[in-house]
């Protein structure tokens, strides 16, 4: 099938087309509405290198591994660990379940992000709260700078500062529901023309029914056609209770001259007379 054949069968089947992606744009507005509406907090730090007898490509070098490093570690359960243990003030009680859940639901909180040899780093909280969001990218940054968490750096030779303090949204950013529509809509789309592709004349149950009796055409419909004569009404004018007078009758007309016919006698060929003797010859 080339392209203008496709673009016929598109506009042919446009309803399917529209039936099958509005389906999915609405499980993907279903799906993202049950998911819990997360502002986010932004902050960046700054990674600076105090041995100064090193080079600018040794400097880098280093702020990249730092910067990685980092990245890495704050998603580790040690430094939410060492997050609830420290004394910034945030809602410990968020963190409340197992360890492993606590792990799932931290890995869903934060987000850091090293911009190689720059030594920034970029860090996100996601929290329903956004005041609770905010507090905890404080914590955050702050036990990073003290070096209590499990990365451990040389003071003399590493010192990290914010650039960037935290910054709370307006808005809710998780879940993105113009993201996600959009991918609905594509993902709709996508499927809607591969259905039609694949089926461009008949539908799934005339597949199955092509697969069980062989390459023959569904004839069902018809037979029926040609079996049952289609019914057509006759109207007429003519009612039950109407007498019909034949139209081959001879007129008669009555004169007011005309003589008056009168009964013609017959003779009957037989006569009694007397009694019952006569008849039977006594």
Not at 55 to 63: E, L, P, R
Request: hydrophobic content about 35%; overall charge negative; glycine content about 4%.
């Amino acid at each position: 099938m080339d392209t203008k054949d496709f673009l016929q069968l598109f506009k042919k089947r446009k309803t399917t087309v529209i039936s099958i992606t509005l389906i999915f744009v609405i499980i993907g507005l279903i799906v993202t509405l049950l998911q819990p509406l997360k502002y986010s907090s932004k902050s960046r730090l700054l990674i600076l290198q105090q041995n100064a007898s090193s080079d600018a490509y040794t400097v880098s070098k280093s702020n990249e591994y730092v910067g990685g490093l980092i990245s890495e570690v704050i998603y580790s359960g040690s430094f939410l660990d060492s997050l609830k243990a420290s004394n910034s003030i945030f809602d410990r009680n968020y963190f409340s379940g197992s360890y492993k859940e606590n792990v799932k639901k931290w890995g869903e909180t934060v987000f850091a992000r090293s911009s190689g040899s720059t030594g920034v780093i970029d860090i996100e909280i996601y929290h329903t709260n956004p005041e609770e969001a905010k507090n905890i990218s404080n914590a955050v940054n702050q036990l990073i700078i003290s070096g209590q968490s499990p990365y451990k750096f040389n003071p003399e030779q590493t010192k990290i500062s914010i650039i960037d303090e935290p910054v709370v949204s307006s808005f809710p950013v998780k879940p993105n529901i113009p993201v996600n529509l959009a991918l609905s809509l594509l993902f709709g789309l996508i499927a809607s023309c591969s259905y039609i592709y694949l089926f461009p004349k008949e539908r799934v149950s005339e597949k199955l029914a092509k697969e069980i009796f062989g390459n023959q055409e569904p004839i069902i419909k018809q037979n029926i056609q040609e079996t049952v004569p289609a019914f057509e009404p006759v109207m007429t004018t003519q009612t039950y209770n109407q007498k019909v007078v034949p139209e081959n009758l001879p007129i008669f007309s009555v004169l007011e001259d005309a003589p008056i016919m009168e009964e013609p006698e017959f003779e009957t060929p037989y006569q009694f007379q007397g009694n019952i003797s006569n008849v039977l010859g006594e």
